[in-house]
């Protein structure tokens, strides 16, 4: 079936690193995929998405590339804050209902 | 600003109790959703909802039932509540997009239940 792989964590970054949080996906059709971010006592909140292959999705300095040859979405950032400091989710959705990863508690410290 | 609200940040409830958890968008979405979010098992789909008075089993719906009588409102019921169902509960919304596959979800800030 329909599923969603990504790191474990917990991840401890200093301030100004470089993330990179692995994802990868089973499905059987053509998903989008979602990274979705959770910061501490919230829901959860769209960060950024890709609706087809090679496309690449973008937000708050925050990236991912939809790779259908490797099954791979995997998030990225140049240099990370402190304010980055959240629970990070994949997802995807094929139309009927949504996939969520287990989530990757980012810690970044000053 | 739209919005998903739930009724209860924090719960404590005994063994055995009905419990009844609210949910409640202004977005006019005919989607909605009840997951539950446990460390390590990351979100679970318990049940959802297309449209009014419709539900849908999602991955894990034993012990649950829903209640859609309002197109903004989704309830989650726990018939008699059980310690395993000790957990955050998270409610979520989406349109009905043409490509299905796009809408996103849009999520409220969970109701984190405990079961003594």
């Known amino acids: 079936g329909d599923s969603v792989t990504q790191m474990e964590g917990p991840v401890t970054l200093s301030e100004e690193a470089f993330l990179t949080i692995n994802c990868t996906y089973t499905?059987?059709?053509?998903?989008?995929l979602f990274w979705y971010v959770q910061y501490p006592g919230e829901g959860l909140q769209l960060l950024l998405k890709a609706t087809k292959a090679d496309d690449k999705g973008s937000n708050k300095g925050f990236e991912a590339t939809y790779r259908k040859e490797t099954t791979s979405f995997h998030l990225e950032k140049g240099s990370v804050q402190v304010s980055d400091s959240a629970v990070y989710f994949c997802?995807?959705?094929?139309?009927?209902?949504?996939?969520f990863g287990t989530g990757t508690s980012l810690t970044v410290i000053p | 600003d739209v919005k998903v609200t739930q009724s209860s940040r924090y719960l404590v409830k005994r063994t055995g109790e009905k419990v009844f958890l609210e949910c409640v968008q202004d977005m006019d979405h005919e989607n909605m959703f009840w997951y539950r979010q446990d460390p390590g098992l990351g979100l679970r789909l318990i049940y959802f909802s297309y449209d009014v008075k419709m539900k849908e089993k999602g991955d894990i719906p034993e012990g649950y039932s829903v209640s859609r009588e309002k197109k903004e409102r989704f309830s989650l019921i726990l018939e008699s509540a059980s310690t395993n169902q000790t957990s955050m509960y998270l409610c979520?919304?989406?349109?009905?997009?043409?490509?299905?596959?796009?809408?996103?979800?849009?999520f409220g800030s969970g109701t984190q239940l405990s079961v003594l």
């Open positions: 499905a059987t059709g053509y998903p989008s």
């Open positions: 997802a995807l959705n094929t139309g009927n209902q949504f996939y």
């Open positions: 979520a919304s989406s349109l009905i997009g043409a490509r299905g596959r796009d809408e996103k979800l849009f």
